[in-house]
């Protein structure tokens, strides 16, 4: 398995707080991704990291910002939790190599009530 | 940018029997790669795909790129084949960056 990790496994938190979930990669994977799953949504990327401090916006980046400080960990940060930000989240890694796939961490369950 | 379909979006199959889930895609792409979410929620790479066909097992996928859709195909299939199957298609040529298909949800029944 890739050695991915996602921290916390399981938050619940009120609306207006902040919340930061973390994502470690044992791998040293240039990419890293997070990616929000809602049912009747799919999988939706929020943003992406290409690099150390390279990191861009993806579909539903509203709401959330990232940071990329070391190779190893992507975090996203939910500014001010809302109720429409109760999801699952998981984080992603890939390499530059052709034939790099995707692979996921297991996820981590937010409810903000 | 890039839409992804998926098709059908719900299949229940008797254990044994053969199924093609299909993902297409509006604009051409370098990299289309599968993906199995089983009931536990863990997402497992199944293919990477931008063309071609590959087989791994019971599983294969043929991408035809130049037609923009890719073809899962599940033989002899199993109760553990269970789960959601998602394709993936990089947004933007060169960038890394994946878009996801909205899934097919597969039941395989004893």
């Known amino acids: 398995d890739a050695g991915i990790t996602q921290s916390p496994r399981h938050k619940v938190t009120e609306t207006g707080t902040p919340v930061t979930l973390r994502c470690h990669q044992t791998?040293?994977?240039?990419?890293m991704y997070w990616y929000r799953q809602d049912p009747g949504h799919g999988l939706r990327l929020i943003h992406y990291?290409?690099?150390?401090?390279?990191?861009d916006k993806g579909e539903v980046s509203d709401g959330y910002s990232v940071s990329r400080s070391k190779t190893e960990d992507f975090l996203l940060t939910l500014e001010s939790a809302t109720s429409s930000q109760t999801s699952v989240y998981f984080c992603?890694?890939?390499?530059?190599?052709?034939?790099?796939?995707?692979?996921f961490g297991n996820g981590t369950r937010l409810t903000v009530t | 940018g890039i839409q992804v379909e998926q098709s059908p979006p719900d299949l229940i199959l008797q254990e044994g029997a053969n199924s093609t889930l299909r993902c297409n895609f509006s604009?051409?792409?370098?990299?289309l790669q599968w993906f199995h979410q089983n009931p536990w929620g863990q997402l497992i790479n199944l293919f990477y795909?931008?063309?071609g066909t590959k087989q791994n097992g019971r599983l294969s996928a043929t991408t035809v790129a130049t037609e923009r859709y890719s073809l899962l195909y599940i033989s002899s299939s199993q109760t553990t084949d269970s789960g959601v199957y998602f394709c993936?298609?990089?947004?933007?040529?060169?960038?890394?960056?994946?878009?996801f298909g909205t899934g097919t949800r597969l039941k395989v029944l004893a």
């Open positions: 992603a890694i890939s390499g530059t190599a052709d034939n790099s796939p995707l692979h």
């Open positions: 791998e040293n994977h240039r990419y």
């Open positions: 990291s290409y690099g150390v401090k390279d990191t």
């Open positions: 604009d051409s792409v370098n990299n």
């Open positions: 795909i931008p063309s």
């Open positions: 993936a298609v990089e947004w933007t040529s060169g960038t890394y960056k994946y878009i």
